[in-house]
């Protein structure tokens, strides 16, 4: 009897934990597509990295917040193999300048409407006991709850949105027996945002180290993604967290100084 590999999709697939996550689904057997916005480089090289894995890789770019590039992206989807198992929503954006320039509100429809979006167009190949994973920041799941940087405020408020507007489709989801978990990560040493954020905050990752000890990397949070996703225990819903404490984010002295500048 022949099994086929079960299926992984990545948004954001190119680099950082998108790139880690797609490499640890196919070391598990997992064929696995990515999704890039303009690095189509480093998305060729994830591909081969998942092919030496012994899995089959497809790429596919565009534009997440545009309605037909993600047809586009299913429609390639759908010539590529005709079911999903994983949904790992994991690409995100608002400090990109060029494109808040264009659309002042960049922000919330690449980490709220362009999320929704994806499940909309990926739940009719999800079967039962598929699983749809949203990834986020400890400021973003605590948003409202603790101090922000500003620069990151944008950022944080739209995938809190994005989340809600997620957990607030599980009843759906659960009438097509997927489930929905949810993976927050402290600062991540090797990934963009941390040193983006530090031109404002100078000091702060220095800060987060002191106060949560060493902070996980792109690797760190592809393995939690991975178990979550293989682990049929986790209740849709649930939340796991990577690196510190969620408690140690809802008391942030050291960011008073950047509110009040």
């Keep these: 009897m022949v099994t086929r590999s079960k299926v992984a999709l990545i948004t954001g697939g190119s680099r950082g934990i998108g790139a880690a996550t797609a490499i640890a689904f196919a070391s598990r057997d997992y064929d696995v597509a990515v999704t890039y916005r303009n690095k189509v480089a480093r998305a060729a090289e994830v591909i081969e990295a998942i ?53 002042p509100d960049y922000a919330m429809h690449i980490n709220r409407d362009a999320q929704l979006l994806l499940v909309e167009n990926a739940l009719p190949l999800m079967a039962k006991g598929s699983t749809i994973i949203f990834v986020t920041s400890h400021w973003a799941y605590l948003y409202g709850k603790t101090q922000q940087i500003p620069a990151y405020a944008p950022i944080a408020a739209s995938k809190y949105a994005g989340e809600q507007a997620l957990r607030a489709q599980q009843a759906m989801l659960a009438s097509h027996g997927v489930r929905l978990l949810i993976v927050t990560g402290d600062m991540i040493e090797d990934s963009i945002t941390p040193r983006l954020l530090e031109r404002s905050a100078p000091g702060l990752i220095a800060h987060r180290r002191a106060t949560s000890g060493p902070l996980p ?45």
Aim: hydrophobic share 40%.
């Design 51 to 103: 092919e030496m894995c012994g899995q089959r890789g497809l790429s596919v770019g565009g534009d997440i917040t545009k309605s037909a590039d993600v047809q586009r992206l299913f429609a390639t989807f759908k010539e590529w193999r005709n079911a999903l198992d994983v949904l790992v929503l994991n690409a995100s954006g608002g400090l990109e300048r060029d494109l808040l320039a264009a659309d």
């Design 217 to 261: 990397d792109s690797v760190d949070m592809s393995e939690a993604i991975v178990n979550a996703a293989e682990h049929p225990s986790l209740p849709s819903g649930h939340t796991v967290v990577v690196g510190g404490t969620l408690e140690s984010h809802l008391t942030i002295p050291f960011i008073h100084r950047y509110n009040s500048n």
